[in-house]
C-alpha cells in the first residue's frame, strides 16, 4: 500500500537516474532529498528506487588491502595495483611495514608515497637479520595489524611471495574472518621460506 503510494508520488517529484550516481555518498543524499520532496522515509524511498530503476543504486566499493614489506615486492605488485585502482568498484590502500621503513635500506616507503596511494604504516621493523629477529617481527606486526584493521576494515588482504609479512597478514586476516588472496606463492625450496609458502596457501581464501 505504502509503495503503490510512493510509485504516485516519486513520479511526479523528478527523474533519478543512475548517471547521477557517480559515488555512494552521492547517491544517499539524492535519495535523501527526493524523499523529502515526496514525503517519505528515506529507506522507504531506496526501496522503492531499487525495485522501480532495477537496482541502479550505486553498490559499495570493495576495499583492497595490500600489504607491502619491500621495495622488491612493491616492484612486481605496481602495475597490478595501479590497475586496481583504476577500477571503479574498487578502493585500494597499503599497508607499509618492515624494510620499507628502515633508513638502512633506503627508506623505501617513499616510492609508495610518489605513486600517491593511500597508506598505513606500521612501525614493525627487524632488529637484526638473523631468524630471531624474523620471529620478533612476525610477532609485533601481528599484534600492530590486528589493531589497524579495526580502523581500516578491508574486504579483502592481498599478498604476494613467502616473506614474514605476508604469512602475518594471513593469519590475522584468517583469524579475523577476512578473505586473503594469496599471489605468487614463491619458488620450492629447502629454507622456512618453503614452509611459510604453504602456510599461506592453507590460510588463504583465493591463490592468483
Same mark, same amino acid.
Request: charged share 30%; proline share 1%; with cysteine.
Given at each position: 500500500?505504502?509503495?503503490?503510494? =510512493? ?13 547521477? =550516481? ?10 535523501? #532529498? ?21 537496482? $541502479? ?32 568498484? $574498487? ?24 605513486? !600517491? ?14 631468524? #630471531?629477529?624474523?620471529?620478533? @617481527? ?6 600492530? $595489524?590486528?589493531?589497524? $584493521?579495526? !580502523? ?5 588482504? =592481498? ?43 592453507? =590460510?588463504?581464501? @583465493?591463490?592468483?
Amino acid at each position: 500500500m505504502v509503495l503503490r503510494r =510512493l510509485r504516485r508520488r516519486a513520479g511526479t517529484v523528478c527523474e533519478f537516474n543512475s548517471a547521477e =550516481l557517480n559515488s555512494q555518498e552521492r547517491a544517499e543524499d539524492r535519495a535523501s #532529498e527526493l524523499a523529502g520532496r515526496a514525503g517519505v522515509s528515506s529507506k522507504l524511498f531506496s526501496e522503492f528506487l531499487k525495485e522501480r530503476f532495477n537496482n $541502479l543504486m550505486v553498490i559499495k566499493k570493495r576495499k583492497i588491502l595490500y600489504i607491502s614489506g619491500t621495495r622488491a615486492d612493491y616492484g612486481l605488485m605496481k602495475t597490478a595495483l595501479l590497475t586496481i585502482r583504476k577500477n571503479q568498484g $574498487l578502493k585500494l590502500e597499503i599497508i607499509a611495514t618492515g624494510m620499507h621503513l628502515m633508513p638502512e635500506f633506503g627508506s623505501t616507503v617513499k616510492e609508495i608515497e610518489k605513486d !600517491k596511494f593511500k597508506i598505513y604504516k606500521i612501525n614493525a621493523v627487524y632488529k637484526k637479520d638473523d631468524k #630471531e629477529s624474523m620471529a620478533d @617481527f612476525i610477532g609485533k606486526f601481528i599484534c600492530f $595489524l590486528t589493531e589497524k $584493521l579495526k !580502523k581500516i576494515k578491508p574486504d579483502i588482504i =592481498l599478498v604476494m611471495g613467502d616473506r614474514a609479512e605476508m604469512l602475518a597478514g594471513a593469519v590475522v586476516g584468517a583469524y579475523l574472518s577476512i578473505p586473503v588472496a594469496h599471489i605468487h606463492g614463491g619458488e620450492v625450496s629447502s629454507t622456512v621460506d618453503d614452509a611459510v609458502r604453504n602456510a599461506i596457501t592453507k =590460510l588463504a581464501d @583465493f591463490h592468483l
